[in-house]
């Protein structure tokens, strides 16, 4: 029975490849004919493809991975499982393998808004803002090269997912953050990660806006969050960092009132 129920699975339920169908395989079965046809089956089929999307993933086979992803959430669309996989499959595995820019973007920026779509159905699943968060902030580009060609070619996916999305990746990030902590605000993970968030912004904008008092403000409510938390070192060096911007950007400026806020 287990043969042959997998048999239907593989047969039925999946297109042999990407050119058999134009759309998605879990728009072409509702989830009523999941229940109707899987019945008590159900969780044997969910295994099933819980391992098919880990051999496909090992074995390249990107097709059936998304495939597969797409059938666990049409299955079971309580479950965040599928779709954190899903979004984590396209934000670093199909994004690594995009050599131009702008497609690298398209699967980062389509993972954010799998994990946003499925934050407005999974209201209180803290694991979906919480991978917003560390894509956004995550390093976009993946050679092995280092210094200023490295640098630049992030700076340029920065710059355009600044322009496509109307908000800078950090700002976004700390948004995702501010989401995990309305659903698990004593939870230490999201404290220290809403932490480094307020971190990372305040950085930003010091660094590339020269909004040093901005930056100190998400500093201060950063100093208060670690002050509850192991770690306050590290907010402790930024805002040293940007205390020393401000200055220079005084002194840059002969503004002795700049200067003072810095020191």
């Known amino acids: 029975m287990l043969a042959v129920l997998l048999g239907v699975a593989q047969w039925g339920l999946r297109p042999s490849a990407p050119a058999t169908s134009a759309r998605p395989v879990a728009e072409r079965f509702s989830g009523a004919v999941h229940s109707a046809f899987l019945g008590g089956f ?5 295994q099933y493809l819980w391992w098919d999307v880990e051999a496909a993933w090992d074995e390249g086979r990107h097709h059936d991975v998304l495939e597969n992803l797409a059938l666990l959430e049409r299955i079971d669309a309580t479950n965040a499982k599928a779709i954190l996989y899903m979004a984590r499959f396209r934000a670093y595995t199909l994004a690594q393998a995009e050599s131009m820019p702008s497609r690298k973007l398209g699967q980062i920026q389509t ?3 799998l ?10 699943e803290v694991t979906l803002p919480l991978l ?8 976009w ?7 200023e060609q490295d640098d630049l070619r992030y700076r340029r996916l920065y710059e355009n997912w600044t322009k496509r999305r109307g908000r800078t990746p950090y700002a976004e990030a700390l948004d995702a953050m501010e989401d995990a902590a309305v659903i698990a605000p004593n939870a230490r993970v999201v404290r220290r990660l809403l932490s480094e968030a307020l971190r ?8 590339v806006g020269s909004k040093h008092d901005e930056a100190h403000r998400f500093l201060r409510r950063a100093v208060a969050i670690d002050a509850e938390t192991p770690g306050a070192g590290a907010t402790l060096g930024a805002r040293l960092i940007v205390a020393g911007e401000a200055g220079l950007d005084g002194l840059a400026r002969s503004e002795a009132g700049s200067c003072g806020r810095g020191l």
Do not use: C, N
Request: no cysteine.
């Open 42 to 46: 159900r969780p044997i089929l969910v």
């Open 111 to 113: 993972a954010v808004r």
């Open 115 to 124: 994990l946003e779509d499925a934050q407005v159905r999974l209201k209180d």
């Open 132 to 139: 917003r968060a560390m894509i956004l902030t995550a390093r």
């Open 141 to 147: 580009d993946t050679s092995d090269d280092s210094g």
């Open 200 to 207: 990372y912004r305040a950085m930003e904008l010091a660094l």
